[in-house]
Structures are given as C-alpha cells and as structure tokens.
C-alpha cells in the first residue's frame, strides 16, 4: 500500500492509516477527507440522521478542519439520491457573478491581463457563495433533524479547539502569499505559522455558527452575516451588493448520464463541466478496453492521456452557464462524435495535432466563439464527502472555496475565508465563460454515483480543480477495467493531463513506462506530486455489505455502521 502524503511511514503508522481509512457496514456509511468531519457525520447517522442530514453537519465541521479548502463564504454541488424514489438531483450551490462583474474585469488599464496571484487575491474575485443555500435546500426537502443540531457539532469543535493536522501545516507553508490581513493574523500568531499538533480555537466562526443556528441559513444572505461580507469586500475593492447576496439564486439539476462497459454514470451537470468530461473521457476509452492492458502499463498511461488532452480540449472550448449559453451537451456524447475523436488516438506517439473538434455537427445549435486563454492559473484545491444512511440514500458533496484559503479574505470578526471563484470565468474575454452578472463560471466538481441494473453501487468525488475529473474516471477504471477493490482503486498512482504535452504524476507509476511515454513526445514533471482526494464508498449488495476509503493524501476517515449501533 503506498501512501502518497509524501512521508515515510512506519509498518505500525501504515497499519493505523489504513484502518482508519477504510470500513466496513451494513446500515450506513460516511467518507470524508478529516476524521473529526467523519466522527460527526457518523454520530448523526446512528442517531437516525439521513444521509443530508449528515452531509450538512460533515459540511459545517469542515469548515473547522478544513478551511482552506472548504467553507460557507464558498461553493459547492450536492448530489443526493432518493432511495424511495429512485431519484437522483443536484443541489447547485455554485458561485453567482455579482451585479457589478463585467467581461473586462480581470484586464488591466493597458488591456492586459491581470496576473494570476494579483487577481485571485483580490475583492473582485469573490463570488456569491452558494454551499449554505445548497445544504438549505436538500434539508428543506430530505432533512429529518433541526438545522440547529446538525450546527452544534461544528460549533462545539471551533469552540473547543481543533489540532492543526499536516494537511493544514503544509497549506500554511505552501499558500502564505495568499492570506490577506486578517486570516495571516490568525493563523500566524505571533508571526509564525501554526504546526502539526497546535491547538487552533475558532471563537469567531463559533459566533457566525450561532447566528445561523439561531436564525437560519436566510441569516448568511441578509443581516449581520452580509453586512459583515459586503463591508469587507468593500475594503479589498470587491463590488458585492447586500441586493447580490439577497437575490442569490440556487438551482436543482438533474445530472448528466452516461454509460461506461454495462454500468450507467449519474454526475455532475454544468456549469460544471466535469461530469459531461469524465464521460466523454470514459466512452472515448470504451472504443479501446482497457481491461486487456496491465494497470501500470505504457499502453493504459498512454490511451487515458490522449483521451483526457482529447476531453479538455473540447472542455475549454465548449463548456459555459447554460443559463446563458447553448452548450452542445448531446454532440459531445454522440456516438458518432466519440468514433471520430478516438481516431486521434494512434499509439505511436503524442498527437501534436489534438484541439478542440466540432460537436454541434451532431447537436442542432448555435456554435459558440472560442477564445483562447492564459495558462497561468495555479493549482485549486477543494474537499470531498459522501454518505449512506440506513435507508439507502446517498449525499455526495464536493464543495470549496476555490484555491488554497481562496481569495485570502477572511470576513472580520466571523472568522471564515470568502472563495476567489471569479476566477474560474474567463480572463480573455469573448468566449462562452466570460465574466457576466448573476453567471456562474465553469467548474470541474465532478460528484459521481454508478449504477449496475439500475441500482447504485459506487459514490465517489475528488477535489483537485481540473485533475477532479482524472481523479474521478481513474478510479472508475481501476475498480472495473482493472478489477481492484475500492481501496486499491483509489491510490492506485495517477496521473494527469489537460490539452499539452505536460503529465502530472504520483509517485509509484511504473518508470519503464513513463520513459515509454516520453519517447513517445509526452513531458513529465520533474516530481512527482498528489493528484486529488478521493472519497468513495461501494455498495456490495450481494454480500449486504458497504465498502467505504478515503485516500491517504489528506488524514481522511472511512465509518460504517451497522444495525445494532443504531439507535432505537
């Protein structure tokens, strides 16, 4: 078993991390990057919880542990399917544009565009956050217990005090240049960055927690919560509007479908385009089986990279609000589209020729204007849980605040961080994801359930960004191309590519390979680094049994429950 967190292990400190991240249970499940987000979703669960009921709760206490990844001042897709009714939506709480955005927002004076840093870290790159609104909603409509109580948790742990993990250590190290004034004062005290082992007390976002048990989630977009947000988005010269928070609008989605070797994927619909692009990706690898190759073979490494440059080429091009946009969702999928996109695909070397192709040949529609854009944006972070109650329904959330800390700005005296998603929207504008009023950027939240004969048997999702999607169709081939048990599955070693000649990798894949890679006109970095987080739990229905892993690259934590842990 490798560990990717980029330390050496000991045999005993191997053993504890697995068990920790992996479970067993009959009645229920929860899967979540933070042992302390897991324990609560867990405890909601055996005190009659639903699977919403426990992803709201995993949600707030997040918040906590992970508050540079995720958070309320950010976004987030939650999928839910309904047992009952054999149903599955999305609660899309993504990011809304406020009034005052324009195409030109991220240009400078000279017409040029603003550096990546520059940009992201300021007023103007914060969105509307949208994850309350979402959790809102799915508890109006499947919650069993009181908003109040599925808070308290979350606000016992901020009051209480966490112990920084290495995960947050290394964000602190890793993303300083991103915090603003106020979060640089408080998670460097005195200066010097909170390490491994600290305890970290979060009086202010205990408040904030408070009001919103004390007065609902309607507290977040009126009231003291918004002043609060506007007022500090004024000083770092940001344009939000009390009437932008107001007038936040959710919607509920039905998610985009596909097929891959028998099983039917249920995933994310846009504004984000990792649902469509994890199953373009996936029936442009049909055309080929990968099940006849070894899983750490040149041939698998080089089929799943064309077909990734092939997918994100079109992803770039074609991928849009379709609020505002025509998007050619059908042609993408077409079969006759997918034939012609894996002809691309030669086995002899990279194909330096790979672009974007024209799916509305096979969509009736208006072709959008592609506009190219700069390459200069870092790497996104972002969190990911999923949970089964005892009836069968399954939550599934992949929610951020975009980059590490996201715009660095944290709201005075309410002790949370505000996302930087306005970046996701184009900074040349004219294409398909420019920046417009009440729109949502492109995203790559990618939360997946598989279905085999019309029932779930797998819920998984990564953060990561763009490498959410490699992230995602990776592990679904390792556990069907590759027949690995769900474990094995998510730290099989990845990599990922979007339209260049550049991988990404993780430590572990074969080197005999990569070198065939490379004389095949591929690059690869020069180290290996994490690609995602997967969470993920299977459903083994002829056995009764649920399979849950979290992946090492963060401290996750796999709970199972069964019947007799129940209360009564």
Same mark, same amino acid.
């Given at each position: 078993?490798?560990?990717?967190?980029?330390?050496?292990?000991?045999?005993?400190?191997?053993?504890?991390?697995?068990?920790?991240?992996?479970?067993?249970?009959?009645?229920?499940?929860?899967?979540?990057?933070?042992?302390?987000?897991?324990?609560?979703?867990?405890?909601?669960?055996?005190?009659?919880?639903?699977?919403?009921?426990?992803?709201?709760?995993?949600?707030?206490?997040?918040?906590?542990?992970?508050?540079?990844?995720?958070?309320?001042?950010?976004?987030?897709?939650?999928?839910?399917?309904?047992?009952?009714?054999?149903?599955?939506?999305?609660?899309?709480?993504?990011?809304?544009?406020?009034?005052?955005?324009?195409?030109?927002?991220?240009?400078?004076?000279?017409?040029?565009?603003?550096?990546?840093?520059?940009?992201?870290?300021?007023?103007?790159?914060?969105?509307?956050?949208?994850?309350?609104?979402?959790?809102?909603?799915?508890?109006?409509?499947?919650?069993?217990?009181?908003?109040?109580?599925?808070?308290?948790?979350?606000?016992?742990?901020?009051?209480?005090?966490?112990?920084?993990?290495?995960?947050?250590?290394?964000?602190?190290?890793?993303?300083?240049?991103?915090?603003?004034?106020?979060?640089?004062?408080?998670?460097?005290?005195?200066?010097?960055?909170?390490?491994?082992?600290?305890?970290?007390?979060?009086?202010?976002?205990?408040?904030?927690?408070?009001?919103?048990?004390?007065?609902?989630?309607?507290?977040?977009?009126?009231?003291?919560?918004?002043?609060?947000?506007?007022?500090?988005?004024?000083?770092?010269?940001?344009?939000?509007?009390?009437?932008?928070?107001?007038?936040?609008?959710?919607?509920?989605?039905?998610?985009?479908?596909?097929?891959?070797?028998?099983?039917?994927?249920?995933?994310?619909?846009?504004?984000?385009?990792?649902?469509?692009?994890?199953?373009?990706?996936?029936?442009?690898?049909?055309?080929?089986?990968?099940?006849?190759?070894?899983?750490?073979?040149?041939?698998?490494?080089?089929?799943?990279?064309?077909?990734?440059?092939?997918?994100?080429?079109?992803?770039?091009?074609?991928?849009?609000?379709?609020?505002?946009?025509?998007?050619?969702?059908?042609?993408?999928?077409?079969?006759?589209?997918?034939?012609?996109?894996?002809?691309?695909?030669?086995?002899?070397?990279?194909?330096?020729?790979?672009?974007?192709?024209?799916?509305?040949?096979?969509?009736?529609?208006?072709?959008?204007?592609?506009?190219?854009?700069?390459?200069?944006?870092?790497?996104?972070?972002?969190?990911?849980?999923?949970?089964?109650?005892?009836?069968?329904?399954?939550?599934?959330?992949?929610?951020?605040?975009?980059?590490?800390?996201?715009?660095?700005?944290?709201?005075?005296?309410?002790?949370?961080?505000?996302?930087?998603?306005?970046?996701?929207?184009?900074?040349?504008?004219?294409?398909?994801?420019?920046?417009?009023?009440?729109?949502?950027?492109?995203?790559?939240?990618?939360?997946?359930?598989?279905?085999?004969?019309?029932?779930?048997?797998?819920?998984?999702?990564?953060?990561?960004?763009?490498?959410?999607?490699?992230?995602?169709?990776?592990?679904?081939?390792?556990?069907?191309?590759?027949?690995?048990?769900?474990?094995?599955?998510? !730290?099989?070693? @990845? +990599?990922?590519?979007?339209?260049?000649?550049? #991988?990404?990798? =993780?430590? *572990?894949?074969?080197?005999? /390979?990569?070198?065939?890679?490379?004389?095949?006109?591929?690059?690869?970095?020069? !180290?290996?680094? @994490? +690609?995602?987080?997967?969470?993920?739990?299977? #459903?083994?229905? =002829?056995? *009764?049994?649920?399979?849950? /892993?979290?992946?090492?690259?963060?401290?996750?934590?796999?709970?199972?429950?069964? !019947?007799?842990?129940?209360?009564?």
């Amino acid at each position: 078993m490798g560990y990717r967190r980029g330390k050496s292990l000991s045999k005993d400190m191997e053993k504890q991390s697995y068990e920790r991240e992996t479970a067993v249970g009959t009645t229920g499940m929860v899967v979540s990057p933070h042992s302390d987000a897991t324990d609560i979703g867990e405890k909601i669960l055996k005190e009659g919880g639903n699977a919403v009921d426990a992803a709201a709760a995993i949600q707030f206490a997040l918040n906590v542990v992970e508050p540079m990844m995720t958070g309320i001042g950010g976004s987030g897709f939650l999928m839910v399917y309904d047992n009952e009714k054999k149903d599955v939506k999305i609660y899309d709480g993504h990011t809304r544009a406020p009034k005052g955005v324009h195409p030109k927002m991220f240009l400078d004076d000279n017409g040029e565009i603003i550096d990546f840093r520059k940009r992201s870290t300021h007023g103007t790159a914060v969105g509307i956050p949208g994850i309350l609104k979402a959790m809102d909603t799915a508890l109006n409509d499947y919650g069993s217990k009181p908003l109040a109580d599925l808070i308290q948790p979350a606000i016992e742990a901020a009051e209480s005090g966490i112990k920084v993990n290495w995960v947050l250590e290394e964000a602190l190290q890793n993303f300083h240049y991103r915090l603003g004034d106020e979060a640089k004062a408080f998670y460097y005290p005195e200066g010097k960055s909170l390490k491994e082992g600290d305890k970290l007390v979060k009086e202010d976002l205990a408040k904030t927690f408070r009001i919103l048990q004390k007065k609902g989630i309607s507290a977040f977009y009126e009231g003291e919560i918004a002043k609060a947000i506007v007022s500090n988005l004024k000083e770092e010269g940001g344009f939000m509007t009390l009437e932008d928070l107001k007038n936040y609008r959710l919607t509920i989605d039905e998610p985009i479908w596909g097929e891959y070797k028998g099983y039917k994927i249920a995933s994310s619909a846009p504004p984000s385009a990792g649902g469509l692009t994890v199953i373009q990706i996936l029936k442009i690898l049909e055309k080929f089986d990968l099940s006849q190759y070894d899983a750490r073979s040149w041939e698998k490494y080089y089929l799943i990279t064309e077909a990734m440059r092939l997918a994100f080429a079109d992803k770039i091009a074609y991928s849009g609000d379709p609020e505002f946009s025509s998007l050619p969702i059908e042609g993408l999928l077409h079969d006759d589209y997918i034939a012609e996109r894996a002809k691309a695909i030669n086995f002899e070397r990279r194909n330096d020729a790979i672009d974007f192709g024209n799916p509305w040949k096979y969509q009736d529609g208006k072709p959008n204007q592609v506009i190219r854009q700069p390459g200069d944006a870092e790497k996104s972070e972002t969190t990911h849980f999923t949970v089964i109650d005892q009836w069968g329904n399954i939550a599934a959330c992949t929610s951020t605040v975009e980059h590490p800390f996201g715009s660095g700005i944290m709201v005075k005296g309410y002790g949370f961080m505000l996302n930087n998603e306005l970046t996701d929207f184009d900074a040349n504008p004219g294409g398909i994801n420019e920046p417009q009023p009440d729109k949502r950027p492109v995203s790559c939240k990618s939360p997946t359930f598989l279905f085999k004969d019309d029932k779930p048997v797998l819920t998984l999702g990564s953060p990561g960004g763009p490498t959410i999607i490699g992230s995602v169709f990776q592990t679904i081939v390792n556990l069907i191309d590759h027949e690995m048990n769900l474990k094995e599955a998510i !730290e099989e070693p @990845r +990599i990922f590519a979007s339209t260049g000649p550049l #991988i990404e990798w =993780e430590s *572990g894949i074969d080197m005999e /390979a990569k070198g065939e890679m490379e004389s095949m006109g591929f690059e690869f970095g020069d !180290e290996p680094s @994490r +690609i995602g987080n997967v969470q993920a739990i299977q #459903i083994d229905r =002829e056995n *009764g049994r649920l399979y849950g /892993a979290a992946d090492s690259s963060r401290e996750g934590k796999a709970a199972g429950i069964k !019947e007799d842990q129940l209360k009564s």
